[in-house]
């Protein structure tokens, strides 16, 4: 996770093991940890407020609605969860 400036410079960065063999609350939990931590440091610096979030996931994915529709190399508690909303909503 990362914050990236419109200009492009990364100012901040973390990272940690997501189990993904765990499932959806073994990678979204975590996961949103590190965005928050990399969002409140970069704050805490001086930065200006984040206005979006970038996700990279495994599709096929419905773009419009955020949602992974069924991911092959995933759990099946992953199909169809609304990957967007979800972290959307936290953040």
């Known amino acids: 996770a990362g914050v990236v ?3 492009g ?7 940690g093991a997501i189990p993904v063999a765990q499932g959806v609350p ?3 939990d975590p996961g949103l940890g ?3 931590r990399s969002r409140d440091e970069h704050l805490a610096a001086g930065g200006a ?3 979006a979030v ?8 419905d773009p ?3 949602r992974l529709i069924d991911p092959p190399n995933l759990r099946d508690d992953w199909w169809g ?3 967007a909303p979800t972290l959307g909503e936290a953040l």
């Open 34 to 36: 590190l965005l928050r």
């Open 81 to 83: 969860f609304p990957l």
């Open 49 to 51: 407020e984040p206005i």
């Open 26 to 28: 073994a990678v979204v």
């Open 9 to 15: 410079l990364l100012t901040v960065r973390h990272a």
């Open 5 to 7: 400036t419109p200009a």
């Open 64 to 66: 419009a609605a955020g």
């Open 54 to 61: 970038g996700i990279a996931a495994p599709g096929p994915l």
